[in-house]
T-cell receptor
Framework: NAGVMQNPRHLVRRRGQEARLRCSPMKGHSHVYWYRQLPEEGLKFMVYLQKENIIDESGMPKERFSAEFPKEGPSILRIQQVVRGDSAAYFC??????????????FGSGTRLTVV | DQQVKQNSPSLSVQEGRISILNCDYTNSMFDYFLWYKKYPAEGPTFLISISSIKDKNEDGRFTVFLNKSAKHLSLHIVPSQPGDSAVYFCAASPLNFGNEKLTFGTGTRLTIIP
């Protein structure tokens, strides 16, 4: 049973380009969460999605960032017109429908975005 | 506004001894607390959790203690092993599990000295 798959593992973008980060949840998991870790900081919540629904996007920057979790396919975190401050590790986590609390989270290995 | 604080960025402990990692929080709405372990270039892995109705939870070598009045929790690892060398994150969430949002501390890098 594959874990949470994130790709790419590393992504380099020039300022002003778009970054697309993908997350395939574990089999049977219908909830996806995105977190961002800036250098020397802890993980910060960005957005919580279920299939075709955004449940909580209180951690998402108001501009340039968007997330989706379509009926088919992976969840996508999209960052438009990237700036140097977007350089970070982006982690996706998934959990099953019948929640066991946050113990049920499984994190992926992350995508390290570098903006040059 | 750092609602979950881990004031020790790093800690070194001799193999076989006890490792104690500390975490403080400020938000009274937090009701569930977790510890995650993270190796370089990997995602965090869940280690142990505790709800506010308890003051202690134990799982093998790992024990988490919660002092709700002091808004403080700690993770004890005994005996410490070289494979325990990693970054440890404390995290918290509110009672309402309709919102799965976790608030993380900044982490403590634990190094076990053989």
């Amino acid at each position: 049973n594959a874990g949470v798959m994130q790709n790419p593992r590393h992504l380099v973008r020039r300022r002003g380009q778009e970054a697309r980060l993908r997350c395939s949840p574990m089999k049977g998991h219908s909830h996806v969460y995105w977190y961002r870790q800036l250098p020397e900081e802890g993980l910060k919540f960005m957005v919580y999605l279920q299939k075709e629904n955004i449940i909580d996007e209180s951690g998402m920057p108001k501009e340039r960032f968007s997330a989706e979790f379509p009926k088919e396919g992976p969840s996508i975190l999209r960052i438009q017109q990237v700036v140097r401050g977007d350089s970070a590790a982006y982690f996706c986590a998934s959990s099953p429908l019948l929640r066991q609390g946050a113990d049920g989270y499984t994190f992926g290995s992350g995508t390290r975005l570098t903006v040059v | 506004d750092q609602q979950v604080k881990q004031n020790s960025p790093s800690l070194s402990v001799q193999e076989g001894r006890i490792s104690i990692l500390n975490c403080d929080y400020t938000n009274s709405m937090f009701d569930y607390f977790l510890w995650y372990k993270k190796y370089p270039a990997e995602g965090p892995t869940f280690l142990i959790s505790i709800s506010s109705i308890k003051d202690k939870n134990e799982d093998g070598r790992f024990t988490v203690f919660l002092n709700k009045s002091a808004k403080h929790l700690s993770l004890h690892i005994v005996p410490s092993q070289p494979g325990d060398s990693a970054v440890y994150f404390c995290a918290a969430s509110p009672l309402n599990f309709g919102n799965e949002k976790l608030t993380f501390g900044t982490g403590t890098r634990l190094t076990i000295i053989p």
